[in-house]
């Protein structure tokens, strides 16, 4: 199996599945079921990558850099010293290669995990959850949910607070410093850059295409679709081939849904294997970390919003329960005041005392 | 407890909460001060927001129904006005479902942000000011 030689170098495994996968497979595998652009249904769309389809051969990952590279960050240096020195730059601009993790370079890459004696590959990016913490707590509004599903971080506004990937059960959104509306505030006190993630293509979807990263896929591995129609056909593949789903009901629901032949349980688990051992599932010596910054995890994720949600409707209800509670008081005082008087008024009762 | 007290105590663990959704409290070392862990806690600072939020309202809507709206002040009542039309949209745009485009999720939080910025430097001002109008029962 070939490994890469150098870190730096662009020429590895996955390049030779990708040659092949590109030259050849494509006319080896099954034939291709997405449509050639994308129906303009105004709903919610979802993805569905079928991972028994997933060859691992990079050519998502080499789409999404080519069609973003306009996107990336220019840092500008020296970066601002920034206040207190607890505060770290997260600056990749001199790793713009790494395609093995998240970065703000990177926005989709490539994970593998080996369960039940089976490498399976996953494509990784942004869930676009239905109900998204990133977007939702988001304190400058620079993070948001469009009604199409897609989750998007305005660049122009961001300031870098990272509070995105803090509040993300997958740690997604990725920092670089020293770019940025934060450069025009106050660069030493507050913020530290922008945060850069998968946002599904939106402008090339807007125009009728499909994202970059499966319009490339050379086996059909990606199919976006109106998420219900999508939930469907994930639910009777599951169904049909005894697979396991992932992103249908993590975090209250994600747009992004895996398909596996092996369960996620088992897939998690090997990906911290990984990471305790610094392995990849088949080949040791490659030694890259599975799980880690930039490199999120499978495991099962409870909805981040929930709490937050019911309480949404303590807050509606409060006025109604305010007017309710004084027109209690009222009324509590209307039948105090109109309570019949005692039958022997103070003064009668005193008098009575005396003549006794 | 008094109701202006109750009013005081809630809208100092909203203007806590609400700064706490900047990361800003672990940036600056008080989530460090033993005790104060959970400011730097977004997801519990959310709710605990959404909590005195419902408070305030509760109150709101008591007092103007007991004691008349003249009875918060003119001045105090547009602020929590402002502070609760920009609060509420945030609010419901945070539900599953709910969708805002980019640019009114940009400006509903703008706006809340000043809103809540406009109370706290009213409330500044008047503590240093002691002004007559301020009540004090």
């Known amino acids: 199996m070939l490994t890469s030689v150098d870190t730096k170098s662009r020429f590895s495994r996955r390049t030779l599945f990708k040659t092949l996968g590109l030259g050849g497979a494509a006319a080896l595998m099954p034939a291709r079921s997405r449509a050639a652009v994308l129906p303009d249904t105004g709903q919610e769309m979802a993805t569905l990558l079928d991972l028994n389809k997933c060859i691992g051969c990079g050519a998502c990952v080499d789409a999404c850099r080519d069609v973003n590279a306009s996107r990336y960050p220019e840092p500008k240096k020296p970066f601002p010293v920034m206040y207190p020195s607890r505060v770290k730059a997260e600056d990749f601009s001199d790793n713009r290669h790494v395609d093995n993790r998240l970065t703000p370079y990177n926005w989709l890459f490539i994970q593998s995990a080996t369960a039940e004696g089976r490498e399976v ?179 099962r994720v409870a909805d981040v919003m929930a709490g937050s949600n019911t309480l949404a409707w303590a807050v509606l209800l409060a006025p109604l329960a305010g007017v309710a509670s004084a027109f209690l008081k009222g009324t509590r005082k209307l039948m105090n005041t109109s309570s019949p008087q005692p039958a022997v008024s103070d003064a009668a009762a005193r008098k009575e005392e005396r003549n006794a | 407890m008094p109701s202006l007290t109750l009013y005081r105590l809630v809208v100092a663990v909203l203007a806590v909460s609400g700064v706490a959704q900047m990361p800003i409290f672990k940036r600056y070392y008080i989530a460090d001060i033993p005790g104060l862990g959970w400011t730097a806690d977004f997801i519990f600072t959310h709710r605990l927001h959404y909590l005195a939020a419902a408070a305030l309202l509760f109150w709101l809507a008591r007092r103007i129904v007991l004691s008349g709206a003249s009875s918060i002040g003119e001045g105090r009542l547009a602020l929590l006005l402002a502070l609760i039309a920009t609060g509420v949209p945030r609010m419901l745009k945070n539900l599953p479902d709910v969708s805002f485009s980019p640019t009114a999720t940009m400006l509903i939080d703008w706006t809340h942000l000043g809103a809540a910025m406009a109370l706290g430097l009213t409330a500044l001002a008047m503590v240093f000011k002691r002004h007559p109008h301020t009540s004090r029962r």
């Not at chain 1, 869930?127 to 949910?145: D, E, F, K, T, Y």
């Not at chain 1, 305005?154 to 990937?165: E, M, S």
Request: proline share 7%.
């Open chain 1, 121 to 299: 590959f996953i494509p990784r990016r942004c869930m676009h959850c239905q109900n998204p913490p990133c977007a939702n707590l988001c304190p400058w509004g620079a993070a948001a949910r469009q009604g199409s599903g897609t989750v998007a971080i305005n660049t122009d506004i961001c300031l870098g607070g990272a509070k995105c990937r803090d509040v993300c059960p997958w740690e997604i959104p990725q920092r670089q410093t020293g770019v940025g509306l934060y450069l025009d505030l106050a660069p030493s006190l507050g913020g530290n850059g922008v945060m850069f993630k998968c946002d599904r293509c939106s402008d090339r979807v807007a125009n009728g295409k499909l994202p970059a990263c499966i319009g490339a896929c050379p086996n059909g591995v990606q199919e976006m679709g109106p998420r219900d129609v999508i939930v469907a056909k994930a639910r009777d593949l599951a169904k049909a081939t005894g697979g396991f789903l992932y992103g249908l009901e993590e975090n209250g629901g994600t747009n992004t849904i895996y398909l596996s032949p092996v369960s996620f349980e088992k897939l998690n688990a090997a990906l911290m294997e990984g990471k305790q051992s610094g392995k990849t599932g088949a080949n040791t010596s490659e030694r890259v970390e599975q799980q880690g910054p930039g490199r999120p995890h499978l495991a």
